[in-house]
């Protein structure tokens, strides 16, 4: 990873893709590809901080571009949804203001511009996780059927999508003998959906802390060693209270969340 600036970053294959574009007189679509990209998280960005999130960096990765958040915990689900659609959001209107100039001034390049707008907006609201429809799909899910039952959902919508989209990718590749940006999209969504794990899942905190069916508890938040058995966490119970269970390593930080439910389950082999 390259730091241009304290916000800005590039992956070191993005900027071998340019050089491949370069040489093969491709740079300006190249460019303008990745300039619609920036446009897009620099809408999630503004839309992070408007609903007070802390942005950490964006970063140019091979198959696009990618806003870090320090903190991605919301309360409200509607916040949630401004966060992921200002994106495609945005997006949506420059195709539709590319559309209604190019009505009045016939210019090829806005009709380019157009095409990347609305070919962004169209890729992003898949409800493939973790594309921006995905996620906003999961977060409705997880509100209404809970986390795990979302989870196993959204793992098989997610598969069959970016399937067919593997196929459409080597549909490509094979008509353009150039254009691999569905191929990289593909790669990077199978990746996402089959190996990626975060220490703990946010949708699952805020299940456990705010929705319906744990707001008739009291929540008591208990912080324990990773290598403590679950007969010992179980013992950190407290009677009229919902554990919710904080594992921590030898180094102090937090490599797992579990529910007092899912530690009875261990305890009761249930």
């Known amino acids: 990873m390259i730091k241009i600036t304290s916000k800005l970053y590039i992956h070191f294959l993005t900027l071998i893709m340019l050089a491949v574009c370069v040489l093969s007189r491709r740079a300006g679509i190249f460019l303008f590809t990745y300039a619609v990209m920036a446009v897009h998280e620099a809408a999630h960005m503004a839309a992070a901080v408007f609903i007070g999130l802390k942005t950490d960096r964006i970063v140019f990765y091979p198959y696009g571009v990618n806003l870090k958040l320090k903190n991605k915990f919301v309360h409200s689900i509607a916040d949630e949804i401004i966060l992921y659609m200002a994106g495609p959001l945005v997006n949506c209107i420059l195709a539709l203001v590319s559309l209604a100039l190019y009505e009045i001034y016939r210019l090829p ?3 380019v511009m157009y095409a ?10 898949l409800p493939v996780y973790p594309l921006d429809g995905g996620v906003i799909l999961k977060k409705i899910l997880a509100y209404f059927i809970g ?21 459409v990718g080597i549909y490509a590749v094979y008509i353009t003998e150039f ?5 990289l999209l593909t790669a990077f969504l199978f990746c996402s959906i089959f190996t990626q794990k975060e ?14 069916k744990k707001r008739k508890n009291k929540i008591k ?6 290598r403590d058995d679950y007969r010992t966490i179980a013992g950190s119970f407290v009677p009229g209270k919902y554990g919710v269970v904080y594992m921590e390593n030898d180094r102090g930080e937090i490599t ?6 899912e530690i009875m389950e261990h305890v009761t082999g249930g």
């Not at 070919?119 to 609201?125: A, G, K, P």
């Not at 938040?221 to 990773?226: F, G």
């Not at 797992?256 to 439910?261: A, L, P, Q, V």
């Open 109 to 111: 390049e806005l009709q």
């Open 116 to 125: 990347g707008n609305i070919m962004l907006f169209v890729s992003n609201m």
């Open 147 to 167: 986390n795990k039952a979302t989870a196993r959902i959204m793992m098989v919508i997610s598969a069959v999508i970016t399937t067919a989209m593997a196929a």
């Open 179 to 183: 254009n691999f940006s569905i191929m």
């Open 199 to 212: 220490k703990y899942d946010v949708d699952f905190v805020r299940e456990l802390m705010f929705y319906k």
């Open 221 to 226: 938040h208990i912080i324990v060693s990773d």
């Open 256 to 261: 797992g969340i579990k529910s007092e439910t």
